[in-house]
């Protein structure tokens, strides 16, 4: 679309869209994109916006990879969808056994949702008939973490952090998990074992993001933390769930962030950066040991779900297209390269008044303030430097495609610093 084209659908659409974690009364009038390339988001008016989060982690080899779009297309023309239920489709086989692979351990069978809440639902699911189907009553409920992010759905939400998902606002509908400290430490440990104690009647997973919890504030964790919570699940025969929509796929450094820690979980969520940004897909990989509690002559024991999206075709062919590119391309290198530099390039915000700590792992840069920021401002400004980065609660973030150049990236941390320097 030329310049300046007509925005008509622009401000008639908003009198009707509901939009994300917004206050529609107030909300700006979100900035309209005509194309995306690259790292690039291309606005209406023809101005280029650097994109720093890669479209909510999402597009990690930049927007419209060649070999992407390729193979979309090429799915398109012959089939688009088709149901899971009684069919099947390469794609979404060829994928399940390399998801098998990319996971190793036992993570042997996938599971294929269309979103990343809806993920971590069979993950509930999957712990709790584990239960069931064993003939342990009584054990629904779930372990989780303070800062703990896990998706929007009801059933979701009750595993985020009690403030972050709202626990208190919506007391009545949402049901009560297990919330603990993450175990930074032996008295962590001790705490934290205590607490499973007391609920282990009524406990069957332990779930968490490995090495960084995102949404909820971007928060790390040694591998330490994770090599406790295995110990623990071991002693007390808890499962083990690592929700690694945000972590997976290189974002950490390694393929995914439970390879780096060397701890397996017996249950693991994928989503966010599994089509490269192109399409809604998501999956749920279960070990051998969770797939026997299923394995039976009855029909009771089955696993009792299926997304009419199922396994999706055209996002399947995406995602395997996605696995290609990390075979063929040097991401790992190049989410290295990233990480040095922004641990060089934003390390001069933490003299900037306002800042509390500034911290990178792999291709995830935090500059953290003292105070919840006022996001429309500093949106507002970012955009006047020529970058797209979009800062919850009081964390400033980048997490751009692993394909960015080193001075698109410049670019970023320098909006960054200029306008907290403000
Ligand atoms: C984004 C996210 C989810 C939710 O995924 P949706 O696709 O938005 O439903 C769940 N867990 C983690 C760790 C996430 O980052």
């Given amino acids: 679309m030329p310049a300046g084209a007509d925005l008509d659908w622009l401000t008639r659409g908003f009198g009707h869209v509901w939009l994300p974690y917004a206050q529609m009364k107030h909300v700006d009038m979100p900035a309209p994109v005509v194309a995306t390339a690259g790292s690039r988001i291309v606005l209406a008016d023809g101005r280029e916006l650097i994109d720093g989060i890669a479209s909510w982690w999402t597009a990690c080899h930049g927007y419209n990879h060649p070999h992407i779009r390729a193979a979309v297309q ?10 899971f239920g009684g069919l099947a489709h390469e794609p979404a086989y060829r994928l399940a056994e390399r998801l098998a692979k990319l996971a190793g351990g036992d993570l042997t069978r996938v599971f294929f949702t269309d979103s990343g809440s809806v993920a971590v639902e069979v993950a509930m699911k999957m712990a709790v008939q584990y239960r069931i189907n064993r003939g342990e009553t009584g054990r629904h409920k779930m372990l989780s973490f303070r800062g703990a992010y896990h998706g929007d759905t009801i059933a979701t939400m009750a595993l ?6 709202m626990h208190a606002m919506f007391r009545g509908l949402l049901p009560e998990h297990v919330i603990a400290d993450l175990p930074r430490d032996e008295a962590g440990e001790a705490a934290l ?3 499973i104690e007391r609920h282990l009647h009524e406990l069957t997973a332990i779930i968490v993001e490995p090495l960084v919890q995102g949404a909820g504030g971007m928060l790390f964790h040694e591998a330490g933390v994770l090599q406790r919570l295995r110990a623990l699940a071991d002693e007390f025969d808890l499962l083990l769930i690592f929700d690694e929509i945000f972590t997976g796929f290189g974002r950490t450094g390694a393929t995914l962030a439970c390879h780096a820690a060397t701890v397996m979980p017996d249950i693991l969520t994928l989503s966010k950066a599994l089509t490269g940004g192109t399409l809604p897909l998501a999956a749920t990989l279960a070990s051998n040991r969770v797939f026997d509690a299923f394995w039976s002559d009855d029909p009771a024991h089955a696993l ?3 997304p009419t999206y199922m396994g999706n075709a055209l996002a399947c062919a995406a995602a395997n297209a996605s696995l290609d590119l990390f075979e063929t391309e040097p991401r790992h290198q190049q989410v290295a390269a990233i990480s040095a530099q922004l641990r060089a390039e934003l390390e001069p915000c933490r003299a900037l008044p306002g800042v509390l700590d500034v911290r990178v792992l792999g291709a995830i840069g935090v500059v953290e303030l003292d105070r919840p920021a006022e996001r429309a401002p500093l949106m507002r400004a970012f955009i006047e430097h020529g970058v797209w980065i979009r800062p919850f609660g009081n964390i400033v973030y980048l997490t751009p495609a692993f ?5 698109e990236l410049s670019t970023l941390t320098a909006a960054i610093h200029a306008t907290l320097a403000r």
């Fill in 74 to 83: 090429a799915q398109l023309e012959c089939m688009p969808h088709v149901m």
């Fill in 193 to 195: 074992r205590a607490t």
């Fill in 304 to 306: 009792m779900h299926g």
């Fill in 160 to 165: 985020c952090d009690p403030e972050e998902g």
């Fill in 403 to 407: 394909t960015i150049s080193p001075d």
